[in-house]
């Protein structure tokens, strides 16, 4: 019997199931509001019914504020302020390092709010928040009656102003956790009462769309828990308590797994110096079990330089020497030994569909399905993506689709009139899908082109600026086009490219080795997927 339960075997790529859920502080009496410093490296929690606000390091467990109006959920800035839902007083406060106090909201339409319970910080400096009314309980914040006649969940404009309510007022009985998909463009709230989690979309103006029920019977007639504190890791599955620990959701909604907690969890955050620590807060305790899997990066986290606690400034790749190997292709490589960051990074698999590199596709005759053979490029690619994945890297499909007819692609060059007469990469069809082994997994992202690079008309930089990565590998077919487009545009876009030339194919070896020699030289590091897979760990 393991420690925690898998309930898909997936689960256990982001967990090990034996991992310990270690104690770090106990003779609380209930914690909540978790958040991890990325600077100075501590964790804050609270105790809504001790109104204490506790901090945990290396040293230990010790008070920092005392009262602290009986605080729930806490996050930071992007300038690190802390913003605090303070049950005492109904409001939602940034407190600054030097000790300033700023209410940022505290009512709605006249009246006071219930109770802002739990806190996310979107890219762009907006806040959202929900609102129940456990605040206005004993124990739990200050017994009150209640201005407002519903629950709502709000957002805050960034640089102020009013709370804007952003759902109908009576969909909610007890809106609780909250946290964003890794794109930003959902919201997941739950419902404690409801036991369920529904998801938004995020509409340009920050407010959301119509939502839809995410998941639903987070409850047990034989152990305690219900929907509570909630976070979305890099791959964007969602972490939830529930009863007996955390639930683990895929981005699909499927459940894959629960980590098992001795006490009742009520919120959760990742910390430490690689993100990897999940500190739990519970009943009258403070756990942390290590997971393989990172959180969404928030603003906040970059504030400390990522999840290595590096300068942002600092480069992600030291030491390399270009062509100080030769492999057997004859494709010059960087010498192994350099390091990654894999809260910067993210991996794109481009190209890789039937009609380009499969026999029986499209463009077959080019002679592209045996190089790829040769290179093993379909393998590598994978062993790479597993190997991303296990380390919380996003990995994202750059796939070509063109529609029937081929509406939208320009007849100004010979690959594109090729392309249009082959009646290749057609939506829908077998030509268009991803080779065997390098679907598409939960929690990954796909980009649709219809160009060489992978940038051109697509929303590729949008996912890599929403999950702040600037350290792009680049695999896939084909090396002298749409590799080397795509590195050559993000070199000039500003990103660190590395091509992993053995996860790379095009016609021929000639063109291969032609294009890593010369072309992509200087414009990105030329590696292997051994020296990549090795620089992650």
Known sequence: MTTHVAVRPAFADLVDLWAPVRQLGTGF???????????????????????????????????????????????YDADLNLIVCEHATSSLIRERPDGRREVLASHFEGQELNSPNDVVVKSDGSIYFSDPWYGRMPVFGVERPRQLGFQGVY??????????????????????????CPTEDRLFV????????????????????????????????????VPDGMKCDAQGNLWVCGPGGVWVYTIKGELIGTLRVPEL?????WGGPDW?????????????????????????MKAGGGPSGRSSQAEPVSGVKPAATVAASGAKKAAAGYRLDPARCALIIQ????????????????????????????GNAARLAQAARARGIPVIHVWFVVEPGAPGVTMNAPLFEGLADAKALVRGTWGCAPVPGLEAQAGDHVVEKCRMSAWEGT??????????????????????????HTARSGADKGYFMLVPEDACSTM??????ASVNYALQNVCVVTDVDAVVAAMA
Not at 165 to 173: A, C, E, K, T
Not at 464 to 484: F, P, Q
Not at 508 to 513: M, R, S
Request: charged share 20%; net charge negative.
């Open 459 to 484: 929303r590729l930089e949008t996912v890599l600026k929403a999950l702040g990565r600037d350290v792009v590998i680049v695999t896939g077919a084909w090396t002298n086009m749409s590799i080397e």
């Open 29 to 75: 009496e209930f914690c909540e509001g978790p958040v991890w410093h990325p600077r100075d490296q501590h964790l804050l929690f609270s105790d809504m019914p001790g109104d204490v606000r506790r901090r945990w390091d290396k040293a230990g467990v010790r008070e920092v504020r005392r009262p602290a109006n009986k605080c729930n959920g806490m996050t």
């Open 155 to 180: 957002r805050i404009p960034p640089g102020g102003g009013e709370p804007q309510l952003l759902v109908d007022r009576y969909l909610f009985d007890q809106p609780n956790g909250l946290c964003f």
């Open 265 to 269: 969890v009520g919120n959760l955050s």
């Open 508 to 513: 021929n070896a000639e063109w291969h080795a």
């Open 351 to 378: 190209d890789m569909q039937n009609d380009v590199v499969m026999e029986g596709g499209a463009f077959a005759s080019s002679g592209s399905p045996e190089h790829c053979r040769q290179q093993n490029a379909i």
């Open 190 to 225: 739950n419902d404690t009462v409801q036991h369920n989690i529904r998801v938004f979309p995020i509409l340009p103006d920050g407010r959301l769309g119509p939502g839809r029920i995410f998941a639903s019977g987070i409850v047990s007639a034989s152990e305690p828990g």
């Open 276 to 300: 990897r620590t999940l500190f739990l807060t519970a009943t009258h305790s403070l756990y942390a079990v290590e997971t393989k899997v990172g959180p969404r990066m928030e603003p906040y």
